[in-house]
């Protein structure tokens, strides 16, 4: 049996009650805390890379500055997945599991 893909997660700047989340950069510094965290491990000192983690990374989406985070954080670094999760849930911001929709089948 094959483990399934990790699922991903829409942290959107938008709080419960339909308010703006502020600070305006927010996403960009909660994705720029994670960078260090990567798929292939912990990365830091000089050989670290200058980048935002292909875990976590800062989108608009439809106009609303959201943070894309990938439940693989949690497989690298536990504590990061919990800071990241309990960010949105102290902060009162909508968290969406992302879906993908299936392609439709092609005519024949």
Do not use: H
């Not at 943070?67 to 902060?91: C, T, Y």
């Amino acid at each position: 049996m094959t483990n399934p893909a990790p699922r991903e997660f829409f942290i959107q700047g938008i709080t419960l009650d339909g308010k703006p989340f502020r600070p305006s950069d927010w996403a960009e510094r909660l994705a720029g805390a994670m960078s260090c965290f990567r798929p292939e491990g912990v990365q830091g000192g000089i050989g670290a890379f200058i980048g935002y983690s292909p875990l976590c990374v800062p989108r608009v989406i439809n106009g609303v500055k959201c943070v894309i985070v990938s439940e693989a954080l949690k497989g690298v670094e536990p504590m990061a997945w919990g800071f990241v999760m309990n960010f949105a849930r102290d902060n009162e911001l909508q968290l969406t599991e992302a879906c993908l929709v299936p392609p439709l089948p092609k005519p024949t």
